[in-house]
């Protein structure tokens, strides 16, 4: 159940640290367990994204990729801009589905990110662009 390390990210700039389960769609609350082990459901509306990481401490600065860390070699490549301003690439399995999700998973672009994979609520992001291919993107939010 609290099987993947994960840094909560909420709509009002606030930030929890712990672990959870994978989100599924249409699931408007996680269980989430803290540090200090305590337990939290938190609403998944008030969350700007739920980042799946390999450590709480972070890259902190561009390492060398090794074998070990997870890549996506499928998918269609977007950058998400969030409204506070944040940007993220990555790939997404359907970008045709994602004007109606209330949220989806993006995995990072950049191998050597802390992050293995984003959930991302649909109500944090300004716009998306489907990054066809080094010269050409289209809107898709």
């Not at 540090?35 to 994204?49: A, D, F, N, R, S």
């Not at 799946?52 to 950058?79: I, L």
């Not at 993006?106 to 066809?132: G, K, S, Y």
């Amino acid at each position: 159940m609290f099987d993947h390390i994960m840094v909560v990210k909420f709509l009002d700039g606030t930030t929890m640290k712990g672990f959870g389960s994978l989100i599924s769609p249409g699931e408007v609350i996680m269980e989430f367990k803290d540090l200090e082990e305590k337990i939290h459901w938190i609403e998944l509306p008030k969350v700007k994204g739920a980042f799946y990481v390999k450590s709480f401490e972070g890259t902190g600065h561009k390492a060398r990729a090794t074998q070990q860390m997870f890549t996506m070699s499928s998918g269609q490549k977007v950058r998400v801009t969030f409204k506070d301003g944040e940007t993220q690439e990555g790939f997404v399995n359907d970008v045709t589905r994602l004007p109606q999700a209330s949220g989806f998973y993006l995995v990072p672009a950049d191998p050597i990110t802390n992050n293995i994979r984003m959930w991302i609520n649909r109500e944090a992001v300004q716009n998306v662009h489907h990054l066809i291919n080094q010269l050409e993107e289209k809107k898709i939010i």
